[in-house]
């Protein structure tokens, strides 16, 4: 039985360690690459457009008159993709994970083309 039992924790280790590199660095996954269509832009979002961060979650509320486009700036680069916000819409990013990965803010995003 303890043979058994041993065996099992060695086999748990690297999926342990995978799943806490990925909480680590929640935005990590995110990839983007520059200049295409509905990607950010080096423009922070405009005041009315708020943010909230915590450790599994990061929630932007669009408190603009308008609808808006935009993505959470993470410290590491990590880029989620772009999400539209109507007035009054809160939208839910990754937070900054058990890594501590700093939100730095939130960046419009281009316009979709078709």
């Known amino acids: 039985m303890f043979t058994l039992s041993r065996s099992i924790a060695r086999a748990s280790v ?3 360690l995978v799943a806490a590199a990925g909480l680590a ?8 690459t ?9 423009v922070s979002a405009p ?9 599994r979650y ?4 669009n408190g603009c008159d308008t609808a808006q486009r935009f ?7 990590a880029t989620p993709p772009c ?4 007035p009054g819409d809160t939208v839910t990013f990754p ?3 058990v890594g501590g990965d700093e939100v730095l803010g939130v960046d419009l995003c281009s316009c979709e083309t078709g």
Do not use: I, K, N, Q
Not at 71 to 77: I, K, L, M
Not at 83 to 86: E, P
């Open 25 to 32: 660095r929640p935005g990590a996954a995110y990839g983007a």
């Open 14 to 16: 690297p999926v342990l």
């Open 47 to 55: 005041a009315c457009v708020r943010y909230e961060a915590s450790w």
């Open 58 to 61: 990061t929630f932007v509320t």
């Open 71 to 77: 993505t959470v700036r993470y410290r590491d680069g």
């Open 34 to 42: 520059a200049g295409e269509p509905g990607e950010p832009v080096s």
């Open 95 to 97: 937070g900054y994970g």
């Open 83 to 86: 999400r539209t916000a109507a």
